[in-house]
């Protein structure tokens, strides 16, 4: 009886030990992606977050646990793709913010008035400019998987109505931390008050800012109708967003799971793009029902705009070939 308990004991203790050892296996054969986003989960970086991860986890196997830090859970964006470079955290969707402060060729994006409308601006990020540019990520510790998308850039105040350039004077205007951006509403005579997006409700709301600009997709995710009055839709400038991943996750992967993290990243931005035209129609009613003050610049409205940015090209042109500026605007 005695040696039938003992036997017993081994065995409960070898499948204890079985079991502890097969769940360290499978901790260890699954890694977690620990993936942050600057907006919710019902926003266009939300749905391409899940995107990315469904992609992947059905072409792998279950070898990857996504863990989604949205809304700024990790930080503002500049501090995420530092964690990306030292390998604290595995994998992003940003905008092109503070994207040129590491690649500063991808600047040339964010120049105002270049892109007519989305198709050029998803031509142009799709073919050899957008994707040699991608490709520089290599040099500064990061892994670019794919260009995805915001939509054009509006701006919101709580000051007044703009229709013509000498509206902003003196506008107390958060700016993404982008020196073409700063430049822009520099050259506009507006107060440009670049800050990390973390910062921005709070900011608005205690009124040390009068606005802020962002596409549709992100004034209706971000509820700004609750803290600004006015919207103008100017679209004075293309945003594109871009998916990151760690080099150290990408060194360590086999050429397979490579491939389901880039295709995944591939459908993710496709996933971000159709949210946006999506809201690009819906938006604006939406923001009006919510009480906003809507108002759009007629084209005539918009050259002024443009004749006022243009000294700021003479910067541009120094800091990007104009060749390039150029071929992009040529880009049919
Ligand atoms: O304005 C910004 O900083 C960006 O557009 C945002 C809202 C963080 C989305 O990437």
């Given at each position: 009886m005695k040696?039938?308990?003992?036997?017993?004991?081994?065995?409960?203790?070898?499948?204890?030990?079985?079991?502890?050892?097969?769940?360290a296996q499978s901790a260890q054969a699954q890694q977690e992606i620990k993936l942050g986003y600057?907006?919710?989960?019902?926003?266009?970086?939300?749905?391409a977050a899940d995107k990315w991860q469904e992609e992947v986890e059905a072409k792998t196997d279950g070898r990857y646990s996504?863990?989604?830090?949205?809304?700024?859970g990790l930080g503002g964006e500049r501090e995420v793709i530092e964690g990306l470079q030292i390998g604290t955290i595995e994998a992003t969707i940003v905008s092109s913010g503070t994207l040129s402060n590491f690649v500063p060729e991808t600047g040339v994006f964010d120049i105002p008035f270049l892109f007519r409308d989305l198709n050029h601006a998803r031509d142009v990020l799709d073919g050899?400019?957008?994707q040699n540019i991608l490709a520089k990520f290599d040099d500064v510790g990061l892994v670019a998987l794919a260009w995805g998308e915001q939509?054009?850039?509006?701006?919101?105040?709580?000051r007044n109505t703009i229709g013509k350039p000498e509206d902003v004077a003196g506008l107390k205007l958060r700016t993404m931390e982008?020196?073409?951006?700063?430049?822009?509403?520099?050259?506009?005579?507006?107060?440009?008050?670049?800050?990390?997006?973390?910062?921005?409700?709070?900011?608005?709301?205690?009124?040390?800012?009068?606005?802020q600009e962002n596409p549709l997709s992100v004034i209706t995710s971000t509820n700004l109708s609750e803290v600004q009055k006015y919207l103008t839709l100017s679209g004075h400038v293309y945003s594109p967003a871009m998916l990151l991943v760690s080099k150290q996750l990408w060194e360590g992967m086999s050429d397979e799971?490579?491939?389901?993290?880039?295709?995944?990243?591939?459908?993710?931005?496709k996933a971000m793009r159709a949210f946006v035209d999506n809201v690009e129609t819906s938006g604006v009613a939406q923001l009006k029902e919510e009480g906003m003050d809507v108002g759009e610049l007629t084209a005539e409205q918009k050259a002024a705009f443009q004749q006022a940015v243009q000294p700021a090209y003479e910067q541009y042109y120094e800091q990007y070939?104009?060749?390039?500026?150029?071929?992009?605007?040529?880009t049919k």
């Open positions: 040696l039938f308990a003992r036997n017993l004991a081994s065995a409960a203790a070898f499948a204890a030990a079985l079991g502890i050892l097969a769940g600057a907006l919710a989960p019902n926003s266009h970086y939300g749905v996504f863990r989604h830090f949205p809304s700024s050899e400019i957008g939509g054009f850039r509006h701006i919101t105040n709580n982008n020196p073409i951006h700063i430049t822009a509403f520099e050259t506009l005579g507006a107060a440009p008050t670049p800050m990390a997006w973390p910062e921005v409700i709070s900011s608005l709301q205690q009124g040390t800012i009068d606005g799971d490579k491939q389901a993290f880039q295709t995944g990243a591939t459908e993710a931005a070939d104009k060749a390039l500026i150029d071929q992009i605007i040529a």
